[in-house]
């Protein structure tokens, strides 16, 4: 599944980047090379998190801009939720991060 998910990641960050002239900025990004700087920020966060076996990439929602990252969603442990922002400040160009996420038990 982390394998699907990185492969999904990549894509993304290959059709993000054939489809430049046809991007919005959106609001707090002046350009678009600002918006694919954060897209490709997200995705390098999101592909990590597929390839560590201890961060699920479906329960946490990556959003970045500016170089700024939020990270929300579930974890099922703290570890989890702290593992995921180590994995998102050591992505380059990260200039924060705020954790978000909310730690639930499984099935709880």
Do not use: W
């Amino acid at each position: 599944m982390k394998t699907l998910i990185l492969a999904a990641s990549l894509a993304l960050t290959g059709a993000l980047s054939m489809s430049l002239p046809g991007c919005a900025v959106t609001s707090g990004q002046s350009t678009v090379g600002d918006y694919v700087d954060d897209a490709t920020i997200t995705t390098q966060v999101k592909a990590k998190f597929a390839e560590d076996p201890q961060v699920s990439a479906m329960r946490i929602k990556v959003e970045t801009l500016k170089g700024e990252v939020e990270l929300s969603g579930f974890a099922t442990s703290d570890a989890e939720k702290q593992r995921a922002a180590e994995i998102a400040r050591g992505v380059a160009h990260v200039k924060m991060v705020r954790n978000n996420i909310v730690v639930k038990a499984p099935g709880g």
